[in-house]
């Protein structure tokens, strides 16, 4: 991507101030950040961002520098305090990243970089770019009440990649989003409204958009069959886009109603005409207290780990397994060990088990069905069985015997009466839920 073109839309900056964070609580907060990003972007199997130290070291001295002279910029001016280099890309050169495309946003909204995520994400712009497949790193960094963040990754994307966010089947999307932005998709004058979440398509592709051209975009309340009024941005009118397209709503959404997008246009390059015709589902929250993201009750691989010897009332031991992310010292280490030796629990790879990330639900299904199954000499057959749910195209294959068990068990049930959102993060209430369906089946 051309840097002139970044600088343009490197203003992106939240317009809010906070107090300062507790250092602690942020570091926490980080890996939930990236954990959060990485869930929308393996619905569309784009690869997952990673921890940069690099990056964190460019994002950690430009806060340094924001916070040391009271600016709020992406640019630096040479003389004044802490000076590590003009524009983004001249930063993260002197702290060793190498890779050339590089994109930052800054932050003095929030008070962890969690929620400050999460407000890039509602946010269409950014979204954009942190959905964006090129980009594979993110460096975090903050002082005091300044926040930076920086992503990087390579020029061109390996394949084409079109997506839509919310994502199909999406559940508890937020009914509305108040623009925190210095750039208004709106283009209103007066001061922000609440509308409901814009929606964003991007098509990722290393070929350039000539033209958009937009046949049919609607949003259809289901529970009304009413279209809702919208505003279309592509970059004809919007001269920080180049090949997406964003879905104003100017109203809110209803609590707790499913909607139907269509989208129909003609997305023109140089060699070639391509038709896009998508249609996706979503439902909003049941209340402004509980949405995809800002619950944050998701359940980690240690976490779950406990619980499920806990509950189940295995005797642990300290029979060492090479993890080379988990310390003997681990408050979790003996739970997760204990998994391990039980065959409950696997590690991720590369001699790590990934104690902090989150597991998903298909994941989850899958270690609760190998404690059934040392429980229990019933044999399920699952031959000739169809899932109910029209995502059930997104079990993973090595997941999909375990889930059809568990449907055909009642052991597990569908999110809703369509969906099971097996690529979602599951809650630590769905396997409070989960727990006791096993253990009212094993007693029966």
Request: glycine share 4%; hydrophobic share 30%; proline share 3%.
């Amino acid at each position: 991507m051309k840097q002139s073109r970044i600088i343009i839309i490197i203003v992106l900056i939240l317009i809010c101030i906070s107090m300062p964070i507790n250092a602690t609580d942020n570091n926490l907060r980080q890996r939930d950040a990236i954990n959060l990003i990485n869930t929308i972007r393996r619905q569309y199997n784009i690869t997952e961002l990673s921890n940069n130290n690099n990056l964190d070291k460019a994002a950690n001295m430009h806060s340094l520098y924001m916070d040391r002279n009271s600016v709020f910029s992406s640019i630096q001016d040479n003389g004044n305090r802490n000076y590590s280099g003009r524009f983004p890309w001249d930063r993260t050169a002197y702290y060793n990243y190498t890779s050339p495309n590089i994109f930052e946003f800054i932050d003095r909204e929030e008070n962890n970089y969690f929620s400050s995520i999460i407000n890039f994400l509602n946010n269409p712009y950014s979204r954009i770019k942190l959905l964006d497949p090129r980009y594979k790193d993110i460096g975090f960094g903050n002082s005091n009440d300044y926040f930076t963040y920086i992503i990087g990754g390579d020029s061109n994307t390996n394949g084409e990649y079109k997506v839509i966010y919310p994502f199909n089947n999406q559940t508890s999307v937020p009914v509305n989003w108040e623009n925190k932005f210095s750039i208004d998709p709106y283009n209103e004058k007066e001061s922000f409204k609440e509308y409901g979440l814009p929606i964003t398509f991007s098509y990722y592709t290393n070929n350039e958009v000539k033209n958009i051209n937009i046949e049919k975009i609607e949003v259809i309340n289901l529970n009304t069959n009413n279209k809702i009024p919208i505003k279309i941005r592509t970059v004809e009118e919007d001269r920080n886009l180049d090949s997406s397209i964003i879905i104003l709503p100017t109203q809110e959404y209803d609590k707790n109603t499913n909607y139907k997008v269509n989208i129909r246009c003609e997305y023109i390059f140089n060699n070639k005409t391509e038709v896009i015709d998508e249609t996706i589902f979503f439902k909003t929250e049941t209340s402004s207290n509980y949405n995809f993201m800002s619950h944050q009750s998701f359940i980690t691989r240690e976490v779950f780990a406990k619980r499920l010897i806990e509950e189940f009332d295995i005797q642990t031991n300290n029979s060492y397994v090479n993890f080379t992310d988990v310390n003997r010292e681990n408050d979790y280490a003996s739970y997760i060990y204990t998994a391990y030796n039980q065959g409950y629990i696997y590690g991720i790879g590369n001699n790590q088990f990934g104690p902090s990330d989150y597991i998903t639900r298909e994941q989850l299904i899958v270690m609760i069905m190998r404690l059934y199954d040392s429980h229990s000499n019933n044999e399920i057959n699952t031959n000739g069985v169809n899932l109910p749910f029209q995502d059930s195209n997104r079990i993973s294959s090595w997941a999909l015997e375990d889930v059809t068990k568990a449907y055909q068990l009642r052991l597990v049930i569908g999110t809703s009466d369509r969906t099971i959102e097996p690529k979602r993060p599951i809650t630590e209430e769905e396997v409070t839920i989960i727990i006791n369906n096993l253990k009212n089946i094993l007693n029966q």
